[in-house]
């Protein structure tokens, strides 16, 4: 499509629509959040197209595409194996695989976003999020390999005069916080950071003592330029797993997706 077919095909959307669908500068363009709100529609009408057309056709699975978001350690960790034996089992079903801070996982596959995410199982499941637990993970205190710099007392970490680099939001960091509020604990936070991975390479380069999974850790390309604290306190663990709702685990092609992650073979892999 040429660029002025393409401009005119949004100038009569945005006129049936009835607002602006886009903001235009000189420096790109970029949706209204009327944009967005538009998009989430399409997107879903497009995929209940396919569904329906699926149905009526009598097909197992359409070719339509599944829309996954992941941290990159998950990437890395728990889907290699599912997505290449699904690709081997349904070939005509696409697959569309974003990576992003963990945190925003479980927020964006509720707007609708994306059909399916890889995300830790919150402390309070939302109604309409459907969970399959595929590892349980540590949760982890770092520090810099130099030990000296790890502040201590008694023999353990002392959070109270230890300088701490902290995931901004997420699972980690309410733990911690629950932590810190039960033991009247005034912690010193030198760095917020979006995603665990972040909070790994800031731990290295010395800007104070983090908390990440274990399950992160082990995948980080800075694992060994890092320490796990032993002598520090224990947090709960907490389970990683892949998330849907019901409305997208109606569309055949996600809930044979569900299934296979949900097989024997794939969790003994894990």
């Known amino acids: 499509m040429s660029a002025s077919a393409l401009t005119r095909a949004i100038q009569r959307l945005e006129e049936n629509v009835g ?3 886009f903001l235009r500068d000189n420096r790109g363009v970029a949706l209204t959040e009327a944009g967005i709100t538009f998009s989430r529609y ?8 396919e569904s329906m057309k699926s149905e009526l056709s009598g097909n197992e699975l359409t070719s339509g595409e599944i829309s996954i978001y992941a941290s990159v350690t998950a990437v890395y960790n728990l889907l290699p194996n599912l997505l290449e034996a699904f690709r081997t089992r349904y070939p005509s079903v696409q697959l569309s695989l974003k990576t992003g ?21 919150p402390d309070r499941q939302p109604g309409k ?3 399959l637990p595929l590892r349980k ?7 810099p390999k130099d030990k000296s710099t790890v502040p201590m007392r008694d023999g353990s970490l002392d959070l109270a005069t230890a300088t701490l680099v902290l995931p901004s939001s ?9 932590y810190l509020n039960k033991n009247s604990i005034r912690p010193q936070i030198t760095t917020e950071v979006s995603g665990n991975e972040a909070s790994i390479a800031m731990v290295r380069l010395g800007c104070g003592i983090g908390v990440v999974p274990e399950l992160v850790l082990e995948k980080s390309p800075f694992r060994d ?3 796990i604290i032993d002598k520090a306190p224990k947090l709960a663990a907490y389970e990683v797993g892949l998330c849907s709702t019901q409305k997208s685990l109606n569309r055949r092609s996600v809930a ?6 949900s097989g024997e073979n794939y969790r003994a892999e894990l």
């Not at 399409?42 to 197209?49: P, V």
Request: without cysteine; proline residues 2%; glycine residues 4%.
């Open 42 to 49: 399409a997107r879903q009408a497009l995929l209940d197209w």
């Open 129 to 131: 999020l459907e969970f």
């Open 225 to 227: 330029e890092v320490q």
């Open 170 to 178: 997420g699972l980690s960091r309410r733990r911690l916080d629950a």
């Open 19 to 21: 607002i602006s669908l």
């Open 137 to 143: 993970t540590a949760l982890v205190f770092i520090g």
């Open 256 to 261: 044979a997706l569900w299934e296979l992650a």
């Open 101 to 121: 801070a963990a945190e925003d996982a479980v927020p964006q596959l509720l707007t609708g976003e994306f059909d399916l995410a890889v995300a830790a199982l």
